[in-house]
């Protein structure tokens, strides 16, 4: 059974960085597309960032410049480098993954973590 575990979330001040892990375990077949997305309060579920096996990205346009993906194959862990963050930042972000090669991986997903960006 498939396992993403995301951790890293928390409570920073507005222009403050946080760096997301998403773990993957227990997969037979390779995870070839990961993605962070986020959920604020009272909106749907949006794409953040996405990376493939194959060496594609993507990144949000609010989130460029200031957001960043990368994943340890090796470790089989997915990282998201957040700086400059905003209070629109602010939401649960859930870490995606699919053994699709592709930018919109929603095949397995984690529980989420919470990133509060607030003074």
């Known amino acids: 059974q498939v396992q993403l575990v995301e951790s890293g979330g928390g409570l920073v001040q507005p222009g403050g960085s946080l760096r997301l892990t998403c773990s993957v375990s227990?997969?037979?077949?390779?995870?070839?597309?990961m993605g962070w997305s986020r959920q604020a309060p009272g909106k749907q579920r949006e794409l953040v960032a996405a990376i493939t096996s194959g060496g594609r990205s993507y990144v949000a346009d609010s989130a460029k410049d200031r957001f960043s993906i990368s994943k340890d194959v090796a470790q089989s862990t997915m990282y998201l480098q957040m700086q400059n963050l905003k209070p629109e930042d602010t939401g649960v972000y859930y870490c995606?993954?699919?053994?699709?090669?592709?930018?919109?991986?929603?095949?397995?997903w984690g529980q989420g973590t919470q990133v509060t960006v607030s003074s």
């Open positions: 227990g997969s037979r077949f390779a995870i070839n597309g």
């Open positions: 995606s993954g699919d053994t699709e090669d592709t930018l919109r991986p929603a095949e397995f």
